[in-house]
């Protein structure tokens, strides 16, 4: 089955404590990006990739890391989490950048 | 800075009834538009994709237009039904900053029996 399989689904941590939500899919796309979504303020692109060893920053990288070292994982890293990265964050992949977007189900993260 | 604007944020309508719903962006020069379905809980699921070329796209019981000269873009949906229910989004790709996406806040959908 076609799809974009984020891990973990939820996660409860503390300030300071690396962590790193993991991305796959299984669709051999190009294209893949982080987004979260937050009350009021809708859905926000954090990073995105276009191929292999080329990402690119959204309208709020800061605070989060990403590499795109082979073309199905695109992992988010969050090198020192605060309270203001609590969130829902989606993975999202398309065949290239123009395509549409096919979403994970979410990653729900609460930074305490 | 490209700014997408969904309205109304929520809606209610009887099972049976057409669906219109809003997107608007202020910057004329998108590459394409998306428009997505997300479910509570769960992620999007893309359900019309037009090109800045093109002016609709139909899929079913749904139809997206789009008029890139005044910043518009109309989702519509036939004969709604109780399924029909979920928070619908619409985001652009501008041309100058490909692979980029903005999204509109949502429009709300309530379709009652």
């Known amino acids: 089955e076609a799809q974009v399989t984020q891990n973990p689904r939820y996660l409860i941590t503390v300030t300071g404590k690396k962590l790193t939500v993991t991305c796959s899919q299984n669709m051999n796309h190009e294209y893949m990006s982080w987004y979260r979504q937050d009350p009021g303020l809708g859905l926000r692109q954090i990073y995105y990739s276009m191929n292999v060893e080329v990402t690119d920053k959204g309208d709020v990288p800061e605070g989060y890391k990403v590499s795109r070292k082979e073309k199905r994982n695109f992992p988010l890293i969050l090198e020192s989490p605060s309270p203001n990265q609590t969130s829902l964050y989606f993975c999202?992949?398309?065949?290239?950048?123009?395509?549409?977007?096919?979403f994970g189900d979410g990653t729900r993260l609460s930074i305490l | 800075k490209q700014e997408v604007t969904q309205i109304p944020a929520a809606l209610s309508v009887p099972e049976g009834e057409n669906l219109v719903l809003n997107c608007s962006f202020t910057d004329s020069a998108i590459y394409n538009l998306q428009w997505f379905r997300q479910d509570p809980g769960k992620g999007l699921t893309s359900l019309l994709l037009?090109?800045?070329?093109?002016r609709e796209q139909t899929s079913g019981r749904l139809n997206a237009s789009l008029d890139k000269s005044s910043g518009r873009s109309t989702l519509y949906i036939a004969a709604s039904q109780p399924g029909d229910s979920a928070t619908y989004l619409c985001a652009v790709m501008i041309t100058d900053s490909w692979g980029k996406l903005q999204f509109g806040a949502g429009t709300q959908v309530v379709v009652t029996p």
């Open positions: 999202a992949s398309s065949l290239a950048g123009y395509q549409p977007q096919h």
């Open positions: 037009i090109q800045s070329s093109q």
